[in-house]
């Protein structure tokens, strides 16, 4: 042991004092190496046995969650089949026109506005690909916003959690119709003008209206998270949490609904009625007017 604790001062030495040393070291380094790889090889090994196993885990994980969902899937497009062919036996018997899909195309997430104040971000559709301004976005789960801004090859989208955007909805499960407006959060929106008494409760699903002529009825768009009532207030404060996922989507839906039916005239419901009716009350109208203009 003395000896080797002198050699090892003798060769500290050396290194220290001569240069030709570095080139001695370089190549007992190459001389070394195998032993170091062989050295470290039971912890790589293990550490390649712990990631395959987490990584195996994580898939058998994510098999059962898939096979579940599939389960749940399954179940609900057997009752679909049931409530469909009922919604068409009632529609035959309304004389109701039927429902047809809404055609539409998907987009990927290009890129994110900086602007902490605003909620917007670009996808790779544009005008190329039949995008207009107001055109409805979805993602997987709900309404993610609509198009504000159309280039060649890219759209702008406004989020529904900005500040700025608002749309009708009404309550799914008694179709109460109210206007829903971002909070500028991420998880935040708010519901204008609830009367106190009004039937909204935490849970209910907000979904489209279809009143505005801009976004398809139906369509899911937030689920109410908070309803308060302050004494003494004619309004409630009720705020809802929208069920697209914002701030994780990376693929969207562009819709492509039914244009509105136009109609000419000052509204729609005035050429629907009978030219003669119309006549006649436009002719009633302006006796009221000659008579009251007498009468003063």
Request: overall charge neutral; hydrophobic content about 45%; aromatic content about 6%.
């Amino acid at each position: 042991m003395l000896a080797c604790a002198i050699l090892a001062i003798t060769l500290m030495f050396v290194d220290l004092r001569f240069t030709r040393m570095e080139t001695v070291r370089a190549q007992l380094s190459t001389l070394v190496a195998p032993v170091q790889w062989v050295v470290s090889l039971p912890s790589d090994v293990l550490n390649w046995g712990a990631l395959a196993l987490s990584e195996q885990r994580a898939l058998v994980d994510e098999n059962r969650r898939l096979r579940e969902q599939i389960l749940t899937l399954s179940h609900r497009v057997q009752r679909m089949a049931s409530l469909t062919a009922e919604n068409v036996r009632l529609r035959e018997l309304l004389s109701a026109t039927q429902e047809r899909d809404i055609p539409f195309i998907t987009a990927e997430l290009l890129s994110l506005d900086p602007d902490p104040f605003t909620h917007r971000m670009v996808i790779d559709r544009g005008r190329r690909d039949g995008v207009f301004v107001g055109q409805p976005v979805m993602d997987a789960s709900g309404l993610v916003g609509q198009v504000t801004a159309v280039s060649a090859y890219s759209s702008r989208v406004l989020l529904v959690a900005d500040a700025s955007h608002a749309l009708p909805i009404q309550v799914n499960r008694n179709g109460l119709r109210f206007v829903i407006q971002g909070a500028g959060r991420d998880q935040g929106l708010n519901v204008l003008h609830v009367p106190d008494t009004a039937d909204i409760r935490e849970g209910d699903l907000l979904v489209t209206s279809g009143l505005a002529g801009r976004f398809p009825p139906g369509y899911p768009v937030a689920r109410v998270a908070e309803v308060v009532h302050d004494p003494g207030e004619p309004f409630a404060r009720v705020k809802a949490d929208p069920v697209a996922k914002l701030q994780r989507s990376r693929h969207f839906l562009l819709l492509f609904p039914p244009e509105p039916r136009s109609s000419k005239g000052r509204g729609g419901w005035v050429a629907s009625l009978d030219p003669s009716a119309v006549e006649a009350a436009r002719r009633v109208a302006g006796d009221v007017g000659e008579h009251v203009e007498g009468e003063e």
